[in-house]
T-cell receptor, first 114, second 115 residues
Framework: AQSVTQPDIHITVSEGASLELRCNYS??????LFWYVQSPGQGLQLLLK??????LVQGIKGFEAEFKRSQSSFNLRKPSVHWSDAAEYFC????????????FGTGTQLKVEL | DGGITQSPKYLFRKEGQNVTLSCEQN?????MYWYRQDPGQGLRLIYY???????QKGDIAEGYSVSREKKESFPLTVTSAQKNPTAFYLC??????????????FGEGSRLTVL
């Protein structure tokens, strides 16, 4: 079955530390991959996306993500976290051939300690 | 500025009442979506529409209804048949034409509380 998993429900990091949020998917082909961020009580904002080509993609706010086909993963990274990065992060996947509908992971809540 | 506008931002409802959440977009997008968000469950698709006068059920359509009479508008009605309507509702849109990759643009959400 097609699915997307974010194994970490909560993550806490210190300001200035590096960050990696995990995302795994289950699918027989390469899907379209996205990371969105949501501040409390707000809508979702697109951080970055991967469709094809270079497997390391750069996004807004200093975030990057790497697609690893062998691991069916699309982990989000940031070298140095700022307090304003505290939010909820969602990995999302379009399983091509499924009508281009976006399927979301359950999200990872990031807390940043000062 | 182009974007998606949801209203109201907060809404309180008594049990047994229907309520309608508004979603308007000026991005000239063909497709529009309604998601429900509950803590720890991510976003779940309620309904979506790819063209005017047509819409499809998503994963959790029971107790909800929609209409798509205009390209710009996709209102969601939460009916009294929805057993647990308290949630955060998000509207989104996408291009849905050739080359569409499924990227969504979101409104700021409407929080519905049933008293």
């Amino acid at each position: 079955a097609q699915s997307v998993t974010q194994p970490d429900i909560h993550i806490t990091v210190s300001e200035g530390a590096s960050l990696e949020l995990r995302c795994n998917y289950s699918y027989g082909a390469t899907p379209y991959l996205f990371w969105y961020v949501q501040s409390p009580g707000q809508g979702l904002q697109l951080l970055l996306k991967y469709f094809s080509g270079d497997t390391l993609v750069q996004g807004i706010k200093g975030f990057e993500a790497e697609f690893k086909r062998s691991q069916s993963s699309f982990n989000l990274r940031k070298p140095s976290v700022h307090w304003s990065d505290a939010a909820e992060y969602f990995c999302a996947v379009v399983f091509t051939g499924g009508g281009n509908k976006l399927t979301f992971g359950t999200g990872t809540q990031l807390k940043v300690e000062l | 500025d182009g974007g998606i506008t949801q209203s109201p931002k907060y809404l309180f409802r008594k049990e047994g009442q229907n309520v309608t959440l508004s979603c308007e977009q000026n991005l000239n997008h063909d497709a529009m979506y309604w998601y429900r968000q509950d803590p720890g469950q991510g976003l779940r698709l309620i309904y979506y529409s790819q063209i005017v006068n047509d819409f499809q059920k998503g994963d959790i359509a029971e107790g909800y209804s929609v209409s798509r009479e205009k390209k710009e508008s996709f209102p969601l009605t939460v009916t009294s048949a929805q057993k647990n309507p308290t949630a955060f509702y998000l509207c989104a849109s996408s291009i849905a034409r050739a080359g569409d990759t499924g990227e969504l643009f979101f409104g700021e959400g409407s929080r519905l509380t049933v008293l």
